[in-house]
């Protein structure tokens, strides 16, 4: 079920998914306002709302013409939208001012606030904070109501479910709900009182579903992005104040992405295009010279943005994982390109070599044990072969010589790729496909026929199964079945890299 969802939401980008979802908010601010639900009056949301809007799009485009740059519209309705439930909604030239200002100096952190291409801080919470500095008008987050409790509930469902952020979220909502709830408990109040004040009263589900969640101010590890959510929750129950600088929630989350900066949330990187060559019938490589050195893990992955005309409802960005490994010179993504292919993937697949393009962010924990003594099972499905190719290929490069086990799942022999890594490193291939014939498999693999994968031909090809660490890469549905499998086989050590878009 939960993977359906997650399969139809890849579907969209998360700038539609935010548009839609914070829009569909405000209608229901507007409604529970209209039907004396909310404090706030109708008029007042709409006054505030076209007017956080507005400046917040004429800012993009102003700065992107002064800075020569494409304007991001639909992240410009989106800061606007957030602001609007940040700053309580009343007509007074002041308040309005105020929500204006913050809506200019978010758009101007987007490229003040900047390291190498990409923003440090979470653009809404940096204008929040800094048009807070003027005194005219503080932040109230009256989003925090309860009778806003079940929208902004389910619009945060919808983004973990898209971004598959369970943990961060998880983390964020369950270490902010104790320590608000003890700092009550601590001041007097009864233990129920508490808890309902934490999901009630405070942004917790906002903060951590629609801001904290934003990836461009993520740090690239998954136990630093838990760090920081950990510390954004924690900072929610602290009262402090430092000069005009009061605690607020956007200022814990400033306080997060400060951190994320400082573990290496990376730098933009501009990429030059130097080859392009076909794999297989259904798939190409896309080989980069990069302007500086890029520091990654091999399993790790790179957002690529590719602006093109008229690009369809998945947006101009793309994540791919790294297929080549770090010492190689080059790097190289590789992608399947279907016959259907989104505006995304016709557009990357058709720039001449000598393009530039820019890769946005790189990042991923599907990386290997340091320890190159544990023995390893890497099950691939289809294009998942990406990051183990990047992992062999430096695996094989350093000298290494780890047990591996590579079983490969493809829909036709044709699609298999990233032989010579797989080679290179000694590991032990067995192909699952329905291609009938042993033919065209190369040597030394083994074709354990055309049946799927299931416990039954798990056990009986990798009898030390459950000995091995296992890692899964591929399409979201085939990864969620073969995780449960090697599960129910007894494999205690499961990492997954789910190729959602699929
Ligand atoms: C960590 C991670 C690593 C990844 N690594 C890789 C990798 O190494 N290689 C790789 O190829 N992918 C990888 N992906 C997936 C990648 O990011 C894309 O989501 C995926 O390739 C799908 O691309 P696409 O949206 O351009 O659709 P396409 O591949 O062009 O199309 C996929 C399907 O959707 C249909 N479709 C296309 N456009 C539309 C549309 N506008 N509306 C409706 N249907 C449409 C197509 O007809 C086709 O059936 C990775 C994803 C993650 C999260």
């Avoid at 009343?90 to 978010?106: P, Q, Y």
């Avoid at 085939?478 to 599960?487: I, Y």
Wanted: aromatic fraction near 8%; proline fraction near 6%; include cysteine.
């Amino acid at each position: 079920m939960i993977g359906v969802v997650e399969e139809r939401l890849g579907r969209v980008t998360m700038y539609r998914l935010l548009t839609l979802g914070l829009t569909a908010l405000a209608v229901c601010a507007l409604v529970l306002s209209l039907t004396g639900r909310l404090f706030v009056e109708p008029l007042p949301i709409l006054v505030s709302a076209v007017v956080a809007v507005a400046v917040s799009v004429a800012s993009a485009w102003g700065l992107a013409a002064a800075f020569r740059t494409r304007p991001h519209t639909e992240s410009a309705v989106i800061t606007g939208l957030i602001l609007l439930f940040l700053f309580w909604p009343a007509l007074e030239a002041r308040s309005l001012g105020t929500l204006a200002l913050a809506a200019l100096l978010a758009n101007a952190s987007k490229y003040l606030l900047a390291w190498r291409g990409r923003h440090v801080l979470n653009p809404a919470a940096a204008g929040a904070l800094l048009a807070g500095l003027t005194g005219w008008d503080a932040t109230t987050w009256w989003v925090a109501d309860r009778w806003l409790l079940v929208p902004v509930l389910l619009l945060t469902l919808v983004v973990v479910v898209r971004t598959r952020r369970y943990a961060l979220v998880g983390t964020f909502v369950v270490v902010a709900v104790l320590a608000v709830t003890l700092r009550q408990v601590v001041e007097g109040a009864a233990v129920t009182d508490a808890l309902s004040t934490a999901f009630v009263s405070y942004p917790i589900l906002f903060l951590g579903g629609v801001m904290l969640t934003e990836p461009l101010t993520l740090p690239p590890r998954r136990w630093q992005q838990l760090v920081e959510a950990g510390v954004v929750g924690a900072l929610l129950a602290v009262s402090y104040h430092v000069g005009p600088l009061y605690s607020t929630p956007e200022a814990a989350l400033v306080v997060g992405n400060l951190l994320a900066f400082a573990w290496g949330q990376r730098g933009a990187v501009r990429l030059t295009l130097t080859r392009q060559t076909r794999l297989t019938p259904r798939t190409v490589e896309l080989a980069f010279r990069a302007d500086r050195p890029v520091r990654y893990v091999p399993g790790q992955y790179v957002e690529l943005t590719v602006p093109h005309p008229r690009p369809d409802a998945r947006g101009s960005r793309r994540v791919f994982s790294v297929s080549s490994a770090p010492a190689a010179g080059e790097l190289t993504v590789a992608l399947t390109v279907p016959e259907r292919a989104s505006t995304f993937k016709r557009a990357l697949v058709a720039l001449p070599v000598g393009s530039r393009v820019r890769a946005t962010g790189l990042g991923g924990d599907f990386v290997l044990p340091a320890d190159p003594t544990r023995p390893l099972l890497l099950v691939a499905g289809g294009i998942g072969i990406t990051p183990f190719a990047a992992q062999l290929a430096a695996a094989a490069a350093a000298g290494e010589r780890r047990d591996v086990v590579l079983l490969y799942s493809v829909s036709d022999h044709a699609d298999l790729a990233y032989a010579d890594a797989a080679r290179a490193a000694g590991a032990r291939v067995l192909v699952l496909s329905p291609t009938p014939e042993l033919d065209g498999l190369p040597d030394g693999w083994r074709h354990l026929g055309e049946r799927r994968l299931s416990a039954d031909v798990l056990t009986e090809a990798v009898p030390d199964l459950d000995q091995r660490d296992a890692y899964v890469s591929g399409p979201p549905a085939m990864v969620d079945d073969t995780r449960a499998l090697l599960r129910r086989a007894g494999v205690r050590r499961v990492r997954t890299d789910a190729f959602s878009g699929y």
